[in-house]
């Protein structure tokens, strides 16, 4: 058993969320708790860094994980690079190869 503290931080860095002082087995187990919380609320990309707090050492980061965002943030409609399906062409049409009768004299 182990304390661990956790941070999310966007792609720029800016931190978005921070749990201190998780007891758990191992990190992934503190992953898996934050996880739970900040899952539902995750609207753009982030990476969640995982810490292990030590007497002798201090802070020691023991992992780093890329959290893709749910693409639903900012009014995103989720349709960037979509195109519309192309119709198909046309048919040649009715083509005719009789040349018309002379007329008689």
């Known amino acids: 058993m182990g ?20 007891q758990a087995a191992d990190e992934a187990g503190a992953r898996d708790h934050v ?3 900040w899952g539902p609320r995750r609207r753009e990309d982030c990476v969640m860094t995982t810490y292990r707090q030590r ?3 201090g802070r020691v980061l023991v992992g780093s994980d890329y959290l893709p965002g749910s693409g639903d943030g900012g009014g995103d409609d989720g ?10 062409l046309p048919g040649p049409g009715h083509l005719s190869a009789e040349a018309p009768l002379p007329e008689p004299r």
């Open 35 to 37: 996880r739970k919380i």
């Open 79 to 88: 349709a960037a690079g979509v195109r519309e399906p192309r119709r198909p």
């Open 55 to 57: 007497r002798a050492r």
């Open 3 to 22: 304390t661990y503290d956790v941070e999310i931080r966007d792609l720029r860095g800016h931190m978005l969320f921070t749990r201190r002082g998780i």
